[in-house]
């Protein structure tokens, strides 16, 4: 479980096909709170568990499920990611509970810019429309973040100046897609 609360960016080694599974390897940045293995790491929103670690490396096996489901098999060495280890209920909760099960791919259609916003306007897939409301959270790329408008297909994001430093988001394009989750609070009672 985390709350989309990102900790910084980590850079991508390597994306690999292995035997049984695919293989991340994801440098963290400096003073990143050490993981151990078999702990869980929110890796631009997707949930993965520390298989192996050399310092400051953090290795993950991905299966073809996960693969198919997120952005992560497009991830190239260099890329920047968004990282959140797993929430620790000692903590004060910020943000809101993300799961960090990607429900559906968005893409990024317009960044503009509006006296001090800066605001994302992306593509969401129909099966998301119901849990989608205006003022309330979705995780994009594990961020958590208040909706702006939500038309048809897409909706409007402002970002403040903190996000857009501390996560990948300063780094996208029109085009790219990202990793959504919508708020769980709000699939369980849509579900209801």
């Given at each position: 479980m985390f709350t989309g609360i990102v900790r910084g960016c980590g850079r991508v080694l390597s994306f690999s096909a292995e035997k049984n599974?695919?293989?991340?390897?994801?440098?963290?940045?400096?003073?990143?709170?050490?993981?151990k293995i078999g702990g869980s790491?929110?890796?631009d929103g997707?949930?993965?568990?520390?298989?192996?670690?050399?310092?400051?490396?953090?290795?993950?096996?991905?299966?073809?499920?996960?693969?198919?489901?997120?952005?992560l098999g497009k991830y190239k060495k260099g890329v920047l990611v968004n990282?959140?280890?797993?929430?620790?209920?000692?903590?004060?909760?910020?943000?809101?509970?993300?799961?960090?099960?990607?429900?559906g791919i968005g893409t990024l259609l317009e960044i503009s810019r509006r006296d001090k916003d800066v605001c994302f306007q992306i593509k969401y897939p129909a099966k998301l429309k119901p849990f989608l409301i205006e003022k309330g959270s979705i995780a994009v790329n594990g961020v958590s973040l208040t909706l702006g408008p939500v038309k048809a297909n897409q909706f409007y994001l402002y970002l403040?100046?903190?996000?857009?430093?501390?996560?990948n988001f300063n780094q996208l394009k029109p085009g790219d897609q990202l990793n959504l989750e919508a708020d769980l609070m709000v699939k369980f009672f849509r579900t209801l």
């Open positions: 599974a695919w293989r991340l390897a994801i440098a963290a940045p400096k003073n990143f709170p050490p993981l790491l929110s890796v997707v949930c993965l568990t520390v298989s192996q670690k050399k310092g400051a490396i953090y290795f993950f096996d991905v299966v073809a499920e996960t693969v198919r489901r997120t952005t990282l959140e280890p797993a929430l620790e209920w000692k903590e004060r909760i910020e943000g809101h509970f993300v799961q960090g099960h990607v429900d403040i100046p903190h996000t857009l430093k501390l996560s």
